[in-house]
Nanobody, 127 residues
Framework: QFQLVESGGGLVQPGGSLRLACAASGFTLDNYYIGWFRQAPGKEREGVSY???????YYAETVKGRFTISRDSAKNLVYLQMNSLKPEDTAVYYCAATNADNTYSGAWYIPSRYNYWGQGTQVTVSS
């Protein structure tokens, strides 16, 4: 059974850092295109970052320069390192996987392009 599980969320002060992890069971993440999304209360789910099977990476403009996506193939994990966090980064963060290549279509940030989703992890940035 394919399953994604996010971890690493929590409460952090503005300017702080968190590292989220996306773990998979039932499949190998290296064989999939992975997106990180977030959803704040009352807002639509938005794409945060993307990593292709070949290592192509995209970031939303709102997180560029602060967030870093990476793979750990040995552990079958995908990370989202989040630095210089701001209150507006507060949201539930989800990882998602797809076997469709959206690298050059400009559609990596569209939630419907992904087949598998985790349950989400809460990130709260507040003093």
């Amino acid at each position: 059974q394919f399953q994604l599980v996010e971890s690493g969320g929590g409460l952090v002060q503005p300017g702080g850092s968190l590292r989220l992890a996306c773990a998979a069971s039932g499949f190998t993440l290296d064989n999939y295109y992975i997106g990180w999304f977030r959803q704040a209360p009352g807002k639509e789910r938005e794409g945060v970052s993307y990593i292709s099977r070949a290592g192509n990476i995209y970031y939303a403009e709102t997180v560029k320069g602060r967030f870093t996506i990476s793979r750990d193939s040995a552990k079958n994990l995908v990370y989202l390192q989040m630095n210089s966090l701001k209150p507006e980064d507060t949201a539930v963060y989800y990882c998602a996987a797809t076997n469709a290549d959206n690298t050059y279509s400009g559609a990596w940030y569209i939630p419907s392009r992904y087949n598998y989703w985790g349950q989400g992890t809460q990130v709260t940035v507040s003093s």
